[in-house]
């Protein structure tokens, strides 16, 4: 059974950090390209940043320069390093194995919500 569980949320002021983490069970990490996504109310889900299994990130316009993924194979964990975090980053972020794709595996969410 494969389980991702997300941690780190919490409320920052604007200009600060947070770091985010993803713990996967069930599924190997090494072997899979994870996400991290983003969803407010009354708006899809957007893709936030992507580290696949060789280590190639992809980031959203715009957080490049402000967030960081990485991962840690030997721990089967993922971490999203937020900086300069902007009032626009709140959010429930969720852990992802598998893109969009309907049979994707995700997390169960986690909020993040930055004041001004």
């Known amino acids: 059974q494969v389980q991702l569980v997300e941690s780190g949320g919490g409320l920052v002021q604007a200009g600060g950090s947070l770091t985010l983490s993803c713990a996967g069970s069930?599924?190997?990490?090494?072997?899979?390209?994870i996400g991290w996504y983003r969803q407010v109310p009354g708006k899809q889900r957007e893709l936030v940043a992507t580290?696949?299994?060789?280590?190639?990130?992809i980031y959203v316009d715009s957080v490049k320069g402000r967030f960081t993924i990485s991962k840690d194979n030997a721990k089967n964990t993922v971490v999203l390093q937020m900086n300069s975090v902007k009032p626009e980053d709140t959010a429930v972020y969720y852990c992802?194995?598998?893109?969009?794709?309907?049979?994707?595996?995700w997390g169960q969410g986690t909020q993040v919500t930055v004041s001004s």
């Open positions: 992802n194995v598998g893109g969009m794709w309907p049979n994707a595996y």
């Open positions: 069930g599924i190997r990490f090494s072997i899979n390209a």
């Open positions: 580290i696949s299994s060789g280590g190639t990130r």
